[in-house]
């Protein structure tokens, strides 16, 4: 069956990204464009389509195409008043006159969680597929969202480190990376519901094979070896991962939808003057299929004060 629409589609940075042109994502989708966007999507990782106004509903079953949503936490107390399944990222404060919060409010603080380099979910024991993202209010300078390809990452790791990460388990924890940020962010009710998980280290995709290094924000310590020299680790392949060269950013324009591979893709956000200007984006995510490592809770090893495992001296 021949797509009904005619994708244009234009790849954005060496490393990932594509504008997707050519479609009307808050219209049903045939199944011929639906098989075309993801098979743009499963090669560039992030896909740009520009003026999509979409409902929530719209968003909604857009996203659903790919299969289940998630359905989000609610850990900064508003995130999701609209639809469990749709995350509200907003600095205006409904509970006092829809005045702009600045990032002294403790909901920005929490939010600004999404400014360090992260992959969606990945401390749930399933992590997201895929994120979409809606532009409904941009500022007119900063808030900007930054993408980089995990497989690019890969790819151009030495042989020998390769070697040394295939296999590996990495426990990610919200608590950990929360607790980079400032302390008391989740309250105890909270924490005990979000034990720490196994994620592999290296994933595959499903469809065409290419591998990624699985890294981010929560990942916190890699199984196995000593903690000291599992963060240092973390910490170079982040540092390798996140060179400005193979950094794509994406300058919001009002109604952009912006879908990623959380499979292969850490994203972050960029502050903007909050006290100033609105910033209003939906979020709906995709879940992933299943576990990436079993079992995919890990035990609670934790001291979470200090943050470091039991059994390791540092
Ligand atoms: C997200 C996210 C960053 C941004 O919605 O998952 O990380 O730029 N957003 O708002
Ligand atoms: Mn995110």
Request: proline share 8%; glycine share 8%.
């Amino acid at each position: 069956m021949a797509p009904t629409t005619s994708l244009t589609i234009t790849p954005l940075h060496p490393c990932l990204g594509a504008r997707v042109e050519g479609v009307d994502l808050t219209a049903p989708l045939d199944e011929a464009t639906f098989r075309a966007i993801d098979s743009a999507f499963q090669t560039h990782s992030v896909l740009v389509f520009h003026d999509q106004p979409f409902t929530g509903q719209q968003q909604m079953a857009f996203s659903g195409r790919w299969g289940p949503l998630e359905t989000t936490i609610n850990a900064s107390g508003r995130e999701n008043r609209l639809h469990p399944q749709l995350v509200d990222l907003s600095n205006i404060d409904p509970d006092h006159d829809d005045r702009l919060m600045g990032w002294n409010d403790r909901r920005m603080i929490y939010q600004s969680g999404n400014q360090l380099w992260h992959t969606d979910s990945s401390f749930k024991p399933v992590p997201a597929m895929s994120s979409l993202l809606n532009g409904r209010e941009v500022p007119p300078e900063g808030g900007e969202t930054e993408f980089l390809s995990l497989r690019h990452a890969w790819r151009t790791l030495p042989e020998a480190t390769r070697r040394r990460l295939e296999g590996r388990v990495v426990v990610h924890s919200i608590l950990y990376s929360r607790s980079t940020i400032a302390p008391g962010l989740l309250d105890p009710d909270q924490e005990r519901g979000l034990p720490p998980v196994r994620q592999a280290l290296v994933r595959a995709n499903p469809v065409n094979g290419e591998k990624a290094v699985y890294l981010g924000s929560h990942a916190w310590y890699i199984e196995g070896m000593p903690y000291v020299e599992s963060r240092r680790l973390l910490d170079d392949l982040m540092a390798h991962a996140t060179r400005p060269e193979a950094v794509y950013q994406h300058r919001w324009r009002r109604w952009d939808a912006v879908m990623w591979d959380n499979r292969c893709v850490l994203h972050r956000g960029r502050p903007w003057d909050a006290a100033r200007h609105k910033r209003v984006m939906r979020r709906t995510t995709v879940a992933g299929e299943g576990p990436t490592a079993e079992p995919p809770l890990a035990a609670r090893t934790a001291a979470w004060a200090g943050i470091v495992p039991e059994g390791v001296g540092i």
